[in-house]
């Protein structure tokens, strides 16, 4: 068994756990299709009051996001995935290694998924209530991206299995490796683009009239908190 932590990236960090089967000696053969499997669970999302209006003010500029209406509340989680290829390692009359996998399993959790809230919201049920919702549909944007991204996935594990079977190594560990390393890196990609794709959807909600709405809600509360600005 071995692991490795592949990256981090803000407000969600992926790590990988990749497993490796136990191997078997064969000749170079003909490749077949692998049996690939994905499977995303996503925790419960809990809601904290450990942060600040200033403090998401300086998250919302770092973002780029100041124009918008006064961030209250920030949803971040961890994206983290298992594989186990069961590897079979072949080898050439040349001497030289090629290696395949008849199946692989990913199992992608998003957990630890937490809406930071500010603290001046609590005693404060509209714009609490309001804060909290804009973060819930965070979550969900990236429960879809992930769920849209599965079969995508499929196919890209099964491409790198069919294309390492391919490729010639010195040692049938080598050839393993190099295997369990090029799916590791698909998922990488994967996970991605399925991340760009949500931070996209997190974007469409924020028009002119829906942020028009929302600045127009909790009006007592907002001037309180705000001063009556935006």
């Known amino acids: 068994m ?15 756990l990749v497993l490796y ?26 809601t904290v009051f450990d942060t600040s209006l200033g403090e998401l003010e300086v998250l919302a500029t770092a973002a780029g996001k100041r124009s918008r209406m006064p961030l209250m509340a920030a949803y ?25 996998s008849k199946s692989v399993r990913v199992r992608i959790v998003i957990g630890q998924r937490t809406i930071h809230a500010a603290r001046e919201l609590q005693g404060r049920p509209c714009l609490l209530a309001t804060a909290i919702g804009r973060a ?17 996935i499929i196919k890209n594990i099964k491409d790198r299995v069919r294309d390492a079977a391919y490729l010639r190594s010195p040692s049938a560990q080598e050839a ?15 996970l991605q683009k399925a991340e760009a794709e949500e931070k996209e959807a997190n974007r469409r909600p924020d028009t ?19 001063g009556g600005g935006t």
Do not use: W
């Open 76 to 100: 971040s989680a961890a994206v983290l995935y298992t594989v186990d290829i069961p590897t079979q390692a072949g080898s050439t009359r040349s001497g030289t290694f090629c290696a395949t």
């Open 136 to 152: 819930e549909a965070h979550a969900r944007n990236q429960e879809k991206s992930l769920g849209v991204m599965e079969a995508g």
């Open 176 to 190: 393993e490796r190099q295997l369990t390393s090029s799916i590791a890196a698909q998922i990488d990609q994967d």
């Open 208 to 226: 002119p009239d829906s942020l028009h709405a929302l600045q127009a809600s909790c009006a007592l509360d907002r001037s309180i908190l705000f």
């Open 21 to 46: 089967g136990p191997s078997a000696k064969g000749e170079c053969l003909a490749v077949t299709e692998p049996d690939v499997t994905v499977d995303i669970q996503a925790e419960p999302v809990s």
């Open 2 to 16: 071995s692991a490795r932590s592949l990256r981090a990236v803000l407000p969600t960090a992926f790590a990988a």
